[in-house]
């Protein structure tokens, strides 16, 4: 099972970037998923999930209004539209699921990282000022 993040890099403020994450070895249609990101010298942190059925969305505050995350089941795939970036965006990207079939919790839980069983290797993108 590989979670596969791309579509880092440089950009300035107030650009957009859109990684994804590509799912192999399984397919994650039926699983919660979700973006966090690690700054250097910082702890990993939310960012965004979307519910299994993608009927449902959550987002940092310091991110809401700015990305959009979303899935394509078909593709086994997650994006993250990131647009109005801030030097404080840099980071790596890592995304994540959950391993549990159609499951539902509680708001909390999807900002929580013991709630995602795998994870991407990351991605990295840099916000210039």
């Known amino acids: 099972v590989q979670l596969q993040a791309s579509g880092g890099g440089l950009v300035q403020a107030g650009g957009s970037k859109n990684p994804s994450c590509a799912a192999s070895?399984?397919?994650?249609?039926?699983?919660?998923m979700g973006w966090f990101r690690q700054a250097p010298g910082k702890a990993r942190g939310f960012v965004a999930a979307i519910s299994w059925s993608g009927s449902m969305t959550y987002y940092a505050d310091s991110v809401e209004g700015r990305f959009t995350i979303s899935r394509d089941n078909a593709r086994n795939t997650l994006y993250l539209l990131m647009s109005g970036l801030k030097p404080e965006d840099t980071a790596v990207y890592f995304c994540?699921?959950?391993?549990?079939?159609?499951?539902?919790?509680?708001?909390?839980?999807?900002?929580?990282?013991?709630?995602?069983?795998?994870w991407g290797q990351g991605t990295l993108v840099t916000v210039s000022s």
């Open positions: 994540a699921a959950d391993k549990s079939s159609c499951r539902t919790y509680t708001a909390g839980a999807y900002s929580t990282r013991g709630t995602y069983d795998y």
């Open positions: 070895g399984r397919t994650f249609s039926s699983n919660v």
